[in-house]
Structures are given as structure tokens and as C-alpha cells.
């Protein structure tokens, strides 16, 4: 997706920075306040779906480097962030949605 982008607009991403830091309470408190965002039980599967899609996708990617890490726009880091957010609140380990609550 980034192939015809020039390089002094990609960025360096890696999965591993986004791992929560749950070495103490208050960050485990932050991080299931977070995963546990009501907004995000609302949002349609037609929104999920692609962003889910897509982090696995360069999750692929990246296993797939030599080091580790991928480039990517700002834009596409944007869409994995979100992606992962919703696969925190609403999928399972394998990415599959879960039975919302509402």
C-alpha cells in the first residue's frame, strides 16, 4: 500500500509499541479503561471489519521483515491504531468479533 509513497513520508512502525505498559496499577486501570471504551461497542461491524483486516495484514508484513519493523504512512498508522482499539474492544485473540454486550 505504501509502495508509491515517497520514503521522507513513511514512517518507522513497530507492533511491540503498542503494547501497553501494565507494570502498575494505574496503567493496567488506564489500559481497561481504554479496551473497555463503551463508544466502540456502537461502532458497525462495516467499520471494524477492514481495520481489523488491515492490522493483520501488516501484522503479517512486519513478521514477514528482517527487523522487525514496517513503513507506513502517518495515515495507515492511523487506521492501526484504531484497529487495534477495536480488535481490543470487540474481537478475540484470532480476530473474530465477539457477541457485543448491546
Known amino acids: 500500500m505504501s509502495e508509491e509513497i515517497p520514503n521522507d513520508q513513511l514512517i518507522e512502525f513497530c507492533f511491540k509499541e503498542t503494547e501497553p505498559d501494565l507494570s502498575t496499577y494505574k496503567n493496567r486501570f488506564t489500559h481497561f479503561v481504554k479496551t473497555t471504551y463503551v ?6 461491524q462495516s467499520t ?8 493483520l ?13 514496517i ?5 495507515e498508522k492511523k487506521d492501526i491504531l484504531r484497529g487495534i482499539a477495536l480488535m481490543a474492544a470487540t474481537t478475540n485473540d484470532t480476530g473474530q468479533t465477539v457477541i457485543k454486550p448491546f
Open 39 to 44: 463508544g466502540n461497542f456502537f461502532v458497525p
Open 48 to 55: 471494524i471489519r477492514p481495520l481489523v483486516d488491515k492490522v
Open 57 to 69: 495484514y501488516y501484522k503479517e508484513i512486519e513478521k514477514n521483515s528482517k527487523d522487525g519493523k
Open 71 to 75: 513503513r507506513i504512512t502517518p495515515q
